[in-house]
């Protein structure tokens, strides 16, 4: 959530800096609505100064025996008290639409971020390895999983639907693999603190990470007991300290959690996105982190690095790429992806999201520090990246280490997690 204090001093400044996200979006109603809201609450407030000197008036007039007078005071206080109920009312309703505008504008984007509508327009930042060459034509990774009997869309879809996955034998052994390799990588590599979090969260979490209100569709959601199914394990962390002052000594906080994610996903799939590419549930290790406002940047090259060290071992050719405004997400100011090959669609799939979210997530869950004893508390920033998520992952290692006869050479470094070193048909 931005600072209505800020927008306030700059809207100009901020308003252009939003356009660069969206050329329509603009702050007039927003800054309106500020402005009746500050009038309306001196208003009100010279009222109520003005009913607690009467009532020492009316006092003094009966304590005088003057009751005529009295009266007529009690009278026009009494409409007084009607004026401020009826301005009362109209602030709260003034401040209901302020607040719903206040919280569903995006982050600013930082200066670094490629400002353009197209998403296409990302800039890709460096590469690792070369493009994988083949022999024979590649199979994708669904007609793979299935010839291995490793994967069982048909049979997900009897259990839950459409769009649902289901790893059987090697397949699981694999999955399960990559989530070992991962929370042990960061945390004897990279210094994450491990976090096994609930699967579920409530409304707070949600409005914290900026879940709620935009992607309130989006989300699976629970009527019956107000919950909702966790999209995404960043979701879930950046409420582990909602509601707290920390201490600058405690910072940077370094937090990775493996979950299930869970995401309705609405809107027919295309061709290209069957299979693991794009599914309602998938398995995901987050990395997540509380820091000074004045270290996130470096912070977030540094988040990369390590969503980057632990995606190097598995052998992949990959990219990293700095998103333009258009295509980052609105808790966001800046965000690369880390983007895997995937040879039978020649073409990346991004595997990991890495985002500096600022204060803007903070603000709407009371994240604060205090930067040294006694001072005023400051909002945290709050970062997050993916590290690594699986399906996609699993579709470029089930591709890339194919062979001509059907199998798949695993990865070395899954070796020993897995129990073997070829899937063979």
Request: proline letters at 5%; hydrophobic letters at 35%; a negative charge.
């Amino acid at each position: 959530m931005l600072d209505i204090k800020a927008i306030r001093e700059q809207p100009k400044e901020i308003e252009n800096k939003l356009k660069a996200r969206d050329p329509a979006l603009s702050l007039d109603r927003l800054l309106l609505l500020d402005e009746r809201r500050r009038k309306s609450i001196q208003e009100v407030e010279t009222l109520k100064n003005q009913r607690n000197k009467a009532s020492e008036e009316i006092a003094r007039f009966k304590t005088a025996q003057r009751e005529e007078e009295a009266q007529a005071r009690i009278r026009e206080m009494r409409q007084t008290a009607e004026r401020i109920k009826t301005l009362e009312d109209e602030l709260a309703a003034t401040e209901e639409e302020l607040n719903n505008l206040l919280i569903r504008l995006p982050n600013l984007p930082h200066e670094s971020v490629p400002v353009s509508m197209r998403k296409e327009d990302k800039i890709v930042v460096r590469e690792h390895k070369t493009l994988p060459t083949f022999e024979f034509e590649p199979k994708h990774h669904l007609d793979l999983g299935e010839e291995l009997g490793i994967l069982d869309f048909p049979r997900a879809a009897r259990i839950a639907g459409a769009r649902f996955p289901l790893y059987k034998g090697w397949g699981a052994r694999l999955e399960m693999a990559l989530i070992n390799f991962f929370l042990d990588f960061h945390f004897t590599q990279t210094g994450y603190t491990p976090i096994l979090p609930p699967y579920l969260g409530n409304s707070e979490t949600m409005f914290t990470a900026s879940q709620l209100p935009k992607f309130k569709d989006d989300v699976y959601y629970i009527e019956k007991d107000d919950l909702y199914l966790n999209p995404t394990a960043e979701t879930l962390l950046c409420s582990l300290h909602r509601d707290e002052i920390l201490e600058a000594s405690q910072l940077p906080l370094k937090y990775m959690a493996y979950t299930a994610c869970f995401r309705r996903e609405a809107g027919a799939a295309g061709e290209e996105e069957r299979g693991l590419i794009r599914m309602h549930q998938f398995n995901k290790v987050e990395l997540f982190k509380f820091t000074r406002a004045e270290d996130s940047f470096d912070e977030l090259e540094s988040l990369v690095r390590d969503a980057e060290a632990v995606l190097q071992p598995l052998d992949l050719h990959y990219r990293v790429v700095l998103l333009p405004t258009s295509d980052i997400a609105a808790q966001s100011a800046k965000t690369y992806d880390l983007e895997v090959w995937i040879p039978s669609q020649r073409r990346y799939y991004e595997v990991s999201s890495c985002s500096n979210c600022t204060d803007y997530q903070a603000r709407r869950g009371s994240i604060r520090y205090r930067p040294e004893p006694g001072a005023k508390p400051e909002y945290v920033h709050t970062l997050n990246g993916s590290a690594l998520a699986t399906s996609r992952l699993l579709s470029a290692l089930l591709e890339t280490n194919q062979r001509a006869d059907g199998s798949v050479v695993i990865p070395e470094v899954l070796r020993d997690y897995v129990g073997g070193s070829v899937i063979q048909p």
